[in-house]
């Protein structure tokens, strides 16, 4: 059974992703390639709000809050960085 892709609301605080595909509507893709989301840009999880608020990302210099529901829309391929101990 192949494995359903994350999506950028599964990231914590610190994490790393690439974008890999946007399954949004067309007024929200737009406004989300207008903000720098595209496949293939990394993008990092900055902090999240408590009871499924908001979401503070970065892509590249830019730093954007985003919806939970919007964010369970964007698909990532999560990066592995070196764990600290």
């Known amino acids: 059974m192949p494995k359903p892709y994350p ?3 599964v990231l914590k ?3 790393v992703a690439i974008i890999s595909k946007l399954n949004t509507s067309h007024g929200l893709h737009q406004r989300l390639l207008a903000l720098g989301f595209r496949s293939g840009r ?3 999880m ?3 709000s408590w009871f499924s ?3 503070h ?3 590249g210099t830019t730093e954007v809050m985003l919806r939970q529901r919007d964010a369970q829309k964007v698909e990532i391929t999560p990066l592995v960085t070196g764990e600290t101990s």
Do not use: C, E, F
Request: glycine share 12%; proline share 11%; aromatic share 0%.
């Open 42 to 44: 990394q993008i990092t």
């Open 53 to 55: 608020g908001p979401l």
């Open 46 to 48: 900055l902090r999240r």
């Open 57 to 59: 990302v970065r892509i």
């Open 13 to 15: 605080p610190g994490q």
């Open 7 to 9: 999506h950028l609301a």
